[in-house]
Every structure is written in structure tokens, then in C-alpha cells.
């Protein structure tokens, strides 16, 4: 079997390597990935025939799958659990980063808007004078 030109490269979540390839890639057998698909672990695209296509993504998934469990001893609750829990965080952290360029851009616009109203504030409408006059105040005695 040959595997993929390492020189070509694929977009991260191009569905390109069938169930044989993908296993290879990830050293397991393709039972276990097709059991790790019914399990929810790694989510295949498909085709309109209904073949599994993994992605370079998938195969990335699944050698930690692997990891996680013979390193670690997790097992394939906890390997969901833990996969779960990494796709929130990536989830929170682009949305952080959109909250982040949208603060940026508020930002900006509110220093625009109050650089044009200081632009448009007609300093000839304040009447200055220069006066050295003292006004001395005194009470009336009345409360």
C-alpha cells in the first residue's frame, strides 16, 4: 500500500483518506477506527456512497486517541469526555478573539467619533474675554 506524497499537503479538514489509509496512518486497525466512529470519538466525513472519509485532522485525533489510552490509561468515556472538553475550549477562544477584534473595533470608533466632535466644536460660539475684574461676593444674610 502507498501512503499519500508527504510533499502534498491537504487542507487540515479535507476529507481525503479513506478508512485503510487513515488506519495506517494512525497504526490501528480499521475495525477500531470504525468502532471509534460508532462510539462519537472521531467523526469521519462521508461519501454519497456512505465511505468513511478521514482527514489529516481525524488521523491527528485518533493517534490520541491511542495516546490517551495506552499512555495514560484513559478510557474511551474519558477520551470522549476529554475531546469534548478541548472542542469548547477551542470554541471559547475564537469566540474570545471575535469579542476581542470587535472591542478593538469599538474602540476605534468611539476615538474617531469623539475626534470629529472635537473637529466640529466652534470655538467661536464661547465668548472669551480677558478681564481682570474682581467680583467680590457677599452674602445677603437671608437663608
Known sequence: MTLPDPGRSFAEDAPVFVISVAAELAGMHAQTLRQYDRLGLVSPGRT?????????????????????????????????????????????????????????????HRIAAESAVAAAYRRDLVPRTSSSALVVWRPTGRQ
Open 48 to 108: 454519497a456512497g456512505g465511505g468513511r472519509r478521514y482527514s489529516p485532522r481525524d488521523v491527528a485525533l485518533l493517534r490520541e486517541v491511542q495516546r490517551l489510552s495506552q499512555e495514560d490509561g484513559v478510557n474511551l468515556a474519558g477520551i470522549k469526555r476529554i475531546i469534548e472538553l478541548e472542542s469548547r475550549v477551542e470554541a471559547l477562544q475564537a469566540r474570545v478573539a471575535e469579542l476581542l477584534d470587535e472591542l478593538e473595533l469599538s474602540e476605534a
